[in-house]
């Protein structure tokens, strides 16, 4: 998720950069941002049909049990753990565009691999359990190279935009994507989203290519002793900062949720309610359905309630929607499930965009590499035990009872951003110790 003056309001943080989207009718007329829209947008959309192809794979052709799909999704979450902390370290002394090609290029063969050996009638679990693991390697330095380089193609004053239209087409992708993975599952099987998932890589690879904007100044090593204190200056930052604290609470605990969650739905829909492949891939679709919702209503909703009081909004307010999950079933049941993942999801993206943002122009130059590498080492590291723990709760208690578990996890998420800091103020402020005159604000859509 260059920073600019940071004694003003997001939106109104220093003057328009040359060529400023906002004056000539949005972001996607500048041919940096746009090259970088559509390659994030195309990578999505692999992403999201291999989010739900991968555990279809492994339940319809691979017999996998509960704890093998909650494994797969862990494997992807497990290098957060492990090099989640110097990654943040690597981009700030990096190029941050070559490093996202790099990676894009290395998904890419490892997704390829999978059709591959499904062909030649020798796939096998352990090796989707590989590839999720060294994919999911990728994507944290991708991750966190994507943070970096954001600030570089876009003006201050026009982050919040960049934001929200970056989660507008993830959402859409994630729509489009889980709901045609399960299509293309039914009609022509599972390991066509995974071909089509290393194709996105690609194309998102020469999207990167093509950019000619000039990136931020990696540090040199000469200006910095040495990784360890790197990344110890990151640890601090974060969990000494009043807002960067909780906000990273919250996130290791609803991702924690979030991704039981997701080594629980596909069972859950195909197992216990009965759900054909098809269905299931359009339900597990829905996130996608809230998120692009929370995109579009996300400017005009802060404008009028401020980033603060928006924040608790969608977090407070509406992941506990998600306890309406477990309920669903078969014909009208099935309104329980939507519910209550659109009403969660729209709150989750709402969150993201305002955090993003946020972090993005709260932190103090040449250190936003380590603190989103800090942050998402407790946010995304929370990831594969709440996989694996979705996969031992489902084999325990039933795919159903253990929803009611990790949703009730997620309802209760938000309670660290309960503190005074949040609670009092109507906006997010635009840098650490400001005077209190200087908010993150989000003026309403030109």
């Not at 829209?37 to 509960?66: D, K, R, Y």
């Not at 330095?141 to 201050?156: I, K, M, R």
């Not at 009609?187 to 990167?208: K, R």
């Not at 993003?356 to 594969?384: D, K, N």
């Amino acid at each position: 998720m260059t920073i600019g003056q940071r004694k003003a309001g997001l939106m109104a943080a220093g003057k328009a950069a040359p060529g400023d989207g906002r004056r000539h009718g949005g972001l996607l007329r500048q041919r940096s941002f746009r090259l970088f829209w559509i390659g994030e947008t195309v990578n999505q959309l692999g992403s999201a049909m291999a989010l739900i192809g991968v555990p279809l794979l492994a339940v319809l052709s691979l017999h996998a049990t509960t704890f093998d799909v909650g494994a797969l999704a862990a494997a992807a979450y497990l290098p957060w753990l492990v090099i989640g902390l110097p990654a943040g370290a690597w981009v700030d002394r990096l190029p941050p565009r070559p490093v996202m090609i790099a990676c894009d290029a290395a998904s890419a063969a490892l997704y390829a691999s999978v059709p591959l050996a499904y062909a030649a009638g020798v796939l096998t679990i352990g090796q989707l359990l590989a590839v999720q693991l060294l994919a999911g390697a990728a994507a944290v330095v991708f991750g966190t190279a994507y943070q970096v380089n954001l600030p570089s193609l876009v003006a201050s004053s026009e982050l919040a935009e960049g934001n929200a239209k970056l989660q507008a087409s993830s959402s859409a992708a994630a729509l489009g994507g889980r709901g045609l993975s399960g299509l293309v599952t039914q009609v022509i099987g599972a390991t066509a989203a995974l071909a089509c998932n290393a194709v996105s890589f690609l194309v998102s690879a020469a999207c990167l290519l093509a950019i000619t904007a000039p990136e931020p100044r990696p540090v040199s090593p000469r200006e910095v002793s040495t990784l360890r204190r790197d990344v110890a200056e990151g640890l601090a930052l974060v969990f000494r900062d009043p807002y960067l604290r909780p906000l990273t609470l919250f996130g290791g605990l609803a991702n924690f949720a979030l991704d039981a969650l997701a080594a629980l739905v596909v069972v859950f829909l195909v197992r216990v309610v009965g759900l054909d492949a098809g269905l299931t891939g359009l339900l597990a679709a829905l996130p996608g359905l809230g998120g692009l919702l929370a995109a579009f209503v996300a400017r005009p909703v802060i404008a009028r309630t401020g980033s603060a009081r928006s924040l608790l909004l969608a977090t407070v307010g509406a992941l506990p929607f998600a306890l309406l999950i477990p309920l669903a079933g078969q014909g009208p049941g099935l309104v329980c499930y939507a519910a209550g993942t659109l009403v969660a999801a729209t709150g989750v993206t709402m969150g993201n965009i305002i955090m993003a943002t946020f972090r993005q122009v709260y932190c103090p130059p040449g250190m936003l590499g380590r603190v989103t590498a800090t942050m998402r080492f407790v946010t995304m590291g929370t990831s594969p035990f709440g996989a694996l723990a979705g996969g031992a709760l489902g084999t325990w208690l039933g795919p159903r009872n253990a929803l009611w578990v990790v949703l009730s996890i997620l309802a209760v998420s938000g309670t660290p951003l309960l503190s005074r800091d949040f609670t009092r103020h109507r906006d997010l402020p635009a840098g650490p110790a400001v005077p209190a005159r200087a908010q993150v604000s989000f003026p309403p859509p030109a």
